[in-house]
């Protein structure tokens, strides 16, 4: 429906300009994270390199600071460090996605830009329906819909989206994540010779000990993949419990790694291994891009997880997209690392020092402010190391576990911690922070800490801690941010 669509465009464009101001004057807005212009903005969807550029596509709310009929916004890159916001890509204005323009993915194919989406439906009981949809793109900007190529198959719930295709061999794939009518989460696999066509070929089912059923009533954003000489599928699986530090979030993000028989389909796996432990983390999508690298970008937002408590909301806009990751496995995991590029953003070297510091607490000349990446190399950790952040959050070390410390987003006399297990000790962490963004990577990407943080504006100050004697070197630069 163009009219629809221009209706919906216009809006959109006028919501920005209303409140370009408010955003704008926000002390925590982003430098080098990807944000809405306005309102509100999720998942990463359709994450290409296509021609040479990067197509970067996200769920987007223009209208409000909570969820609704999504748009698809687009930004596009040729390293990473320059982006272009495009015009919108996809708006939600016909009767398979009148209720937005869900989450999904990107191929190229004959030259061609092809996306697929989840339309969403509902009727006026709240009644939903889920539509698998494709668009076409010629130039990259421009995008026709080509309407549904895939419908919900018996089994399953409406809760039936987020398809990512990709080629293997011969055929091309598709991976939906969906809610079985007995309510167990799946990731249901479809074969195709066209990218119109679609045959269904079944969820995938998993080894004996270790099943993939009963793990969560829903699966989110599923993602299949090589990594090294292993099959990956990961996905944002919905309703685990809270098992020890695991699992600590509304929801997780994560994956398994084995062989997958795409005939069966079934998947010969391990066991779930969560992707990031920090506060806000998930929907995270890949891209293999021309230089085969595995490349992944996650929303720093969690469904359902405190979203109205940011203090962002007041401004009219709420989350971000992390930082591009390159995935490596490393024979038992996946490694995530910041992409090399991003080196572009530092500034000179602010400073490079080694430091001991004995039960003391110590400010490090030069070492703070908000937009900037640091970097840690430990030789030794006596007892106990920490770093405050801007007098907001904490990460400290101590007998074998990280624990990242703040505020509760609703009631800030409480303290809130997520924490991992290091078996091998705290070897080095490596920070970018970016106002009110954090990633932080340890152990050279073994595990990642991503959370918003939201210290006072003017804060600046990071300061270490050490019970009995630590000693580190210590690097930090200055970054320029995304232009
Ligand atoms: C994940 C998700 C997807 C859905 C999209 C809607 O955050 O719920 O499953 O397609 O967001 O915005």
Same mark, same amino acid.
């Given at each position: 429906?163009?009219?629809?669509?221009?209706?919906?465009?216009?809006?959109?464009?006028?919501?920005?300009?209303?409140?370009?101001?408010?955003?704008?004057?926000?002390?925590?807005?982003?430098?080098?994270?990807? !944000?809405?212009?306005?309102?509100?903005?999720?998942?990463?969807? %359709?994450?290409?390199?296509?021609?040479?550029?990067?197509?970067?596509?996200?769920?987007?709310?223009?209208?409000?600071?909570?969820?609704?009929?999504?748009?698809?916004?687009?930004?596009?890159?040729?390293?990473?460090?320059?982006?272009?916001?495009?015009?919108?890509?996809?708006?939600?204005?016909?009767?398979?996605?009148?209720?937005?323009?869900?989450?999904?993915?990107?191929?190229?194919?004959?030259?061609?830009?092809?996306?697929?989406?989840?339309?969403?439906?509902?009727?006026?009981?709240?009644?939903?329906?889920?539509?698998?949809?494709? #668009?076409?793109?010629?130039?990259?900007?421009?995008?026709?819909?080509?309407?549904? *190529?895939?419908?919900?198959?018996?089994?399953?719930?409406?809760?039936?989206?987020?398809?990512?295709?990709?080629?293997?061999?011969?055929?091309?794939?598709?991976?939906?994540?969906?809610?079985?009518?007995?309510?167990?989460?799946?990731?249901?696999?479809?074969?195709?010779?066209?990218?119109?066509?679609?045959?269904?070929? @079944?969820?995938?089912? %998993?080894?004996?000990?270790?099943?993939?059923?009963?793990?969560?009533?829903?699966?989110?954003?599923?993602?299949?993949?090589?990594?090294?000489?292993?099959?990956?599928?990961?996905?944002?699986?919905?309703?685990?419990?809270?098992?020890? !530090?695991?699992?600590?979030?509304?929801?997780?993000?994560?994956?398994?790694?084995?062989?997958?028989?795409?005939?069966?389909?079934?998947?010969?796996?391990?066991?779930?291994?969560?992707?990031?432990?920090?506060?806000?983390?998930?929907?995270?999508?890949?891209?293999?891009?021309?230089?085969?690298?595995?490349?992944?970008?996650?929303? !720093? @937002?969690?469904?359902?997880?405190?979203?109205?408590?940011?203090?962002?909301?007041?401004?009219?806009?709420?989350?971000?997209?992390?930082?591009? $990751?390159?995935?490596?496995?490393?024979?038992?995991? *996946?490694?995530?690392?910041?992409?090399?590029?991003?080196?572009?953003?530092?500034?000179?070297?602010? &400073?490079?020092?080694? *430091?001991?510091?004995?039960?003391?607490?110590?400010?490090?000349?030069?070492?703070?402010?908000? #937009?900037?990446?640091?970097?840690?190399?430990?030789?030794?950790?006596?007892? +106990?190391?920490?770093?405050?952040?801007?007098?907001?959050?904490?990460?400290?070390?101590?007998?074998? &576990?990280?624990?990242?410390?703040?505020?509760?987003?609703?009631? $800030?006399?409480?303290?809130?911690?997520?924490?991992?297990?290091?078996? +091998?000790?705290? $070897?080095?962490?490596?920070?970018? &922070?970016?106002?009110?963004?954090?990633? &932080?990577?340890?152990?050279?990407?073994?595990?990642?800490?991503?959370? $918003? *943080?939201?210290?006072?504006?003017?804060?600046?100050?990071?300061?270490?801690?050490?019970? @009995?004697?630590?000693?580190?070197?210590?690097?930090?630069?200055?970054?320029?941010?995304?232009?």
């Amino acid at each position: 429906m163009a009219e629809r669509d221009q209706e919906l465009r216009q809006a959109a464009a006028a919501e920005i300009d209303k409140y370009k101001e408010e955003v704008e004057s926000d002390p925590y807005r982003l430098l080098f994270h990807h !944000m809405p212009p306005v309102g509100l903005l999720n998942d990463p969807n %359709g994450f290409v390199q296509w021609k040479g550029t990067y197509h970067l596509f996200y769920q987007w709310m223009p209208f409000d600071t909570g969820h609704g009929a999504k748009f698809w916004g687009h930004y596009t890159s040729k390293d990473f460090v320059n982006w272009v916001h495009e015009d919108i890509a996809l708006t939600p204005s016909d009767w398979y996605d009148k209720n937005g323009v869900y989450s999904g993915s990107a191929v190229s194919h004959n030259d061609r830009l092809y996306l697929f989406y989840t339309g969403n439906v509902k009727d006026e009981e709240g009644n939903r329906e889920a539509y698998q949809c494709l #668009a076409v793109s010629d130039d990259g900007v421009n995008f026709e819909k080509q309407g549904v *190529i895939a419908e919900l198959p018996e089994g399953y719930t409406a809760h039936f989206r987020d398809p990512k295709v990709w080629k293997n061999g011969e055929h091309w794939y598709m991976v939906i994540g969906a809610q079985s009518k007995d309510l167990q989460g799946k990731a249901v696999l479809f074969q195709s010779e066209n990218l119109y066509d679609w045959k269904h070929l @079944g969820p995938v089912t %998993g080894s004996l000990e270790n099943n993939l059923d009963e793990f969560g009533f829903m699966w989110e954003c599923p993602d299949i993949f090589e990594l090294g000489d292993q099959d990956i599928l990961m996905v944002s699986p919905q309703g685990l419990e809270e098992e020890g !530090m695991n699992y600590a979030n509304t929801y997780q993000s994560g994956y398994f790694a084995g062989k997958l028989n795409y005939e069966k389909p079934k998947l010969e796996h391990g066991s779930f291994h969560e992707l990031d432990r920090g506060f806000e983390f998930y929907a995270p999508q890949t891209t293999l891009d021309e230089q085969g690298r595995r490349i992944l970008i996650g929303w !720093m @937002g969690v469904p359902d997880q405190y979203e109205q408590a940011h203090p962002t909301v007041e401004k009219q806009w709420v989350h971000c997209l992390t930082l591009p $990751r390159e995935l490596t496995w490393n024979g038992e995991q *996946i490694i995530q690392k910041p992409v090399n590029e991003l080196k572009e953003m530092r500034g000179p070297a602010l &400073i490079h020092a080694s *430091i001991t510091i004995e039960n003391d607490q110590k400010a490090v000349r030069g070492i703070g402010g908000r #937009a900037t990446e640091l970097n840690l190399e430990f030789e030794q950790i006596e007892d +106990q190391f920490a770093v405050e952040l801007f007098q907001y959050a904490a990460i400290s070390y101590k007998d074998g &576990i990280l624990t990242l410390s703040r505020p509760h987003l609703e009631n $800030r006399e409480k303290t809130e911690f997520r924490r991992v297990e290091l078996p +091998q000790g705290l $070897r080095n962490l490596h920070l970018f &922070i970016d106002q009110s963004a954090l990633e &932080i990577f340890v152990n050279n990407g073994e595990e990642v800490f991503t959370s $918003r *943080i939201f210290p006072q504006p003017e804060e600046e100050d990071i300061l270490f801690t050490s019970l @009995g004697e630590s000693s580190f070197s210590i690097e930090q630069w200055k970054l320029s941010g995304f232009t």
